[in-house]
Each structure stands twice: as C-alpha cells, then as structure tokens.
C-alpha cells in the first residue's frame, strides 16, 4: 500500500506571509495528488488537485507543485489569511479501480495576527 | 445543489452494540465512500459503493459492513462496537468510483463507544 508523510506536522506564519507543506509518497504508480482543507470541527473540503500529466497547478493564492521523480508533491499558500487556519491533508492516490485515498497525517497550519 | 448529508451527527454506544449511521449523497453522484477518522488523525478508508455493491474496501474487519441504495444513498452498519471503533464516520460522494474523480464529504457522524 501507499506510504504517505507530510511536513511538516504544524506549521505557524505570520498573516500574510506563505507557507509550504510538503507530501511524499512511495507508490511509483500513483498518478492523482490532492490536498484537503478541514477546518477545525468541519468536513474535510477537496481544495486543489493536480494529475501527473501536470507539473504545476494553480488557483488563486494556492498552487500545488508535483516532483514525479522525487515522489514528493507540495501544497503553497500566499498571502495567508486567518481563514487559512486548519489542517491541511494530502491523500497521492494510484488506484484506478474503487481504492480509496490514503491521507496523510495532516499538518496544522496556524496563521498568527 | 443539494451537498453531502450524514445523520445522525453524534452518538453514544455501548460495547458490544450495534450501530447504523446514514449518508445521503451529493445530487448526480453515484458512487459513495466511507472513511473513519481517528482525532487527530486523517481519514482511513473503510469502503466503497458503487451501483449498490461494495466495490473496494479498506484494512476494516467484516464487523464493518454497509449498503446503497437505488438513490444512491448509504448506510455504514458497525457491529460489536468496541471502545477503539470511537471516531468521526465521514461519508464522500464522487461521480464515478475512482477516487480521482474527487469526493465531497459530508459532515460526519461522531461515534463515541464507551
């Protein structure tokens, strides 16, 4: 099955300020990289995603990068805002039949005023 | 649109029992996951179902079943609760049963076993 680690596991930046978080795999195979926002207490909410056809993707002040070669794929966020406040997760996924996601660990971002 | 909704929202179970937690899918969504999520942890996949049949399943034992029904909808049955099985049931709809489709989730049921 898929390894997944994320750094780091909480991570505090000024308010506007960016902030990075990283996510590496182990399965070669794996082809669709999302990351998912839960808000303390609220549904995790699928933010961005980016396919392996794709080295970078972009929306708005978030952009997610894919390095396929080092097994490793990168959520960033500028100019944070304390709406960004939450935990952050990564889920690579390889399947391409009814697998489900595995999540990583989360990290907890924490904007400070 | 009508989102993902998941009753009841919270419950409390005693060892041993039986429980039943329901899921309603997004509007034009056919396919429905179920993940159990630990505190402080991320989501585990526990199953999947697609034209009412579980079609994927996770590291969960059999005490762990469920069903879809004609509208999609759902239902995660637990047996033979056991304290461990405490945590927040998240039920995700997609419009297809690759994951890579993208879930919605729902609000999540919170399990207490005590």
């Known amino acids: 099955g898929e390894n997944v680690e994320q750094h780091p596991s909480t991570l505090s930046v000024q308010e506007g300020d960016s902030a990075v978080i990283k996510c590496t795999y182990s399965d070669s195979a794996s082809n669709y990289f999302p990351w998912y926002k839960q808000e303390l207490g609220k549904r995790p909410q699928l933010i961005i995603d980016i396919r392996s056809n794709v080295g970078e993707k972009k929306d708005q002040r978030i952009a997610v990068t894919l390095n396929k070669t080092a097994k490793h794929f990168s959520l960033h966020i500028t100019e944070t805002q304390p709406e960004d406040s939450a935990v952050y997760f990564c889920?690579?996924?390889?399947?391409?039949?009814?697998?489900?996601?595995?999540f990583g660990k989360g990290t907890h971002l924490i904007i400070q005023p | 649109e009508t989102g993902v909704t998941q009753s009841p929202t919270h419950l409390i179970k005693t060892r041993g029992q039986q429980v039943t937690l329901r899921c309603s899918s997004q509007?034009?969504?056919?396919?429905v996951s179920w993940y159990q999520q630990a505190l402080g942890q991320g989501p585990q996949f526990i199953f999947q179902y697609y034209r009412e049949e579980e079609n994927g399943r996770g590291n969960f034992p059999p005490r762990f079943s469920g069903l879809q029904f004609p509208n999609y909808s759902s239902e995660l049955n637990v047996n033979a609760l056991e304290l461990d099985d405490s945590a927040l049931y998240l039920c995700?709809?997609?419009?297809?049963?690759?994951?890579?489709?993208?879930?919605?989730f729902g609000s999540g049921t919170r399990l207490t076993v005590v």
């Open positions: 889920a690579p996924y390889s399947g391409g039949g009814a697998d489900g996601l595995t």
């Open positions: 995700a709809s997609s419009l297809g049963y690759s994951a890579n489709y993208g879930y919605t």
């Open positions: 509007s034009g969504h056919n396919t």
